[in-house]
């Protein structure tokens, strides 16, 4: 088992800026990929960002040039730096976890961004 915990959410005018963390404990050996995905009120949950063992990164197209994953997966760490938030941006956002085709999601974390 792996388990997911995010941290950093909170309220934030448009314009402004946000950093979340996830660290993952419990079995966090062989972790092939972390990532990032968010749940607006009565949307689905879509992906916003994700990182490989070996670095490579993916981004929805709503947050290309204004998010940014980082982390470590070695150490089951993994950040996003997000920028010029939008109102649209409002949604929980949940850390995830890959590991042999398992899924691990966190308990999420709400990141509200005010207009």
């Known amino acids: 088992q792996v388990q997911p915990v995010e941290s950093g959410g909170g309220l934030v005018q448009a314009g402004g800026s946000l950093r979340l963390s996830c660290a993952a404990s419990?079995?966090?050996?062989?972790?092939?990929?972390m990532a990032w995905h968010r749940q607006a009120p009565g949307k689905q949950r879509e992906l916003v960002a994700s990182i490989t063992y070996i670095g490579g990164t993916n981004y929805a197209d709503s947050v290309k040039g204004r998010f940014t994953i980082s982390g470590d997966i070695a150490k089951s760490t993994v950040y996003l730096q997000m920028n010029s938030l939008k109102p649209e941006d409002t949604a929980v956002y949940f850390c995830n976890v890959k590991k042999y085709g398992v899924e691990y999601w966190g308990q999420g974390t709400q990141v509200t961004v005010s207009s």
């Open positions: 419990g079995s966090i050996f062989s972790i092939n990929a």
